[in-house]
């Protein structure tokens, strides 16, 4: 596709539930970035993929977050056993390179409110 | 670790005015980047600018332009003949070399006929 592609748009879930949101990134990017944006703050990191190499995974919250990046292109953001202060947008980003040098393009995100 | 500030949460303007919106950064890196971001009602961000720490010179972009003050560790965004479709949340962001971002908690800024 022409942009970065995230689903669900939106997601509702009930406390305790696992959710999964998946972007679909510029085809050719191998640097892929998951963040969360809860409502009226910044950008949260998260997890990082460069190509080949091991994620960075340092910005992950707890163990109950996860992440995939399946042939280099497809990711998918697993939340297990989800709470209320997961609600937020979780926004993915692409870039040609990886960050600084190369200029990241984002997704509209998902939007995700447990309830 | 890296800290930004946007101090300024909401700001307004009237439509063909200047505005400038303020961010402040804390690092002891010497080598970075920083970019402002653009996230209109639609939730897409957009790339509005960027400036590696290394050049001194200013990075412009059309309408937009950044005032960089290393020193200070100061990088505001100055938007000149605002229009009604930079009305958006406006985001100062801070990159390592090795990729690690901190991002402001973000001006909203509304643009008025």
């Known amino acids: 596709g022409a942009g970065v592609s995230q689903s669900p748009s939106n997601k509702v879930t009930e406390k305790g539930k696992d959710v999964e949101l998946r972007c679909d990134p510029i085809?050719?990017?191998?640097?892929l970035y998951w963040y969360r944006q809860s409502l009226g703050q910044g950008l949260e990191f998260l997890i990082y993929?460069?190509?080949?190499?091991?994620?960075?995974k340092s910005g992950l919250p707890s163990d109950r977050f996860s992440a995939e990046r399946t042939g280099g292109s497809v990711s998918t953001l697993t939340i297990q056993r989800t709470q209320q202060e997961d609600s937020a947008v979780y926004l993915c980003?692409?870039?040609?390179?990886?960050?600084?040098?190369?200029?990241?393009?984002f997704g509209e995100g998902s939007r995700l409110t447990v309830l | 670790a890296q800290t930004v500030t946007q101090s300024q949460p909401e700001m307004s303007v009237q439509e063909a005015e200047t505005v400038t919106l303020s961010c402040t950064y804390d690092?002891?890196?010497?080598?970075?980047?920083l970019f402002w971001y653009k996230q209109p009602p639609s939730r897409q961000m957009i790339l509005v600018i960027r400036?590696?720490?290394?050049?001194?010179q200013n990075a412009t972009e059309n309408r937009f332009s950044v005032n960089f003050q290393k020193a200070a560790k100061s990088f505001s965004l100055k938007i000149s003949d605002s229009q009604l479709g930079d009305t958006a949340m406006y985001f100062c962001?801070?990159?390592?070399?090795?990729?690690?971002?901190?991002f402001g908690d973000g001006t909203t800024l509304t643009v008025k006929p």
């Open positions: 980003a692409s870039s040609l390179v990886g960050l600084p040098q190369g200029e990241l393009f």
């Open positions: 085809s050719g990017h191998t640097a």
């Open positions: 993929f460069q190509g080949n190499s091991a994620p960075d």
């Open positions: 690092t002891s890196e010497n080598n970075y980047y």
């Open positions: 400036q590696e720490a290394y050049k001194q």
């Open positions: 962001a801070f990159y390592t070399n090795a990729g690690k971002s901190t």
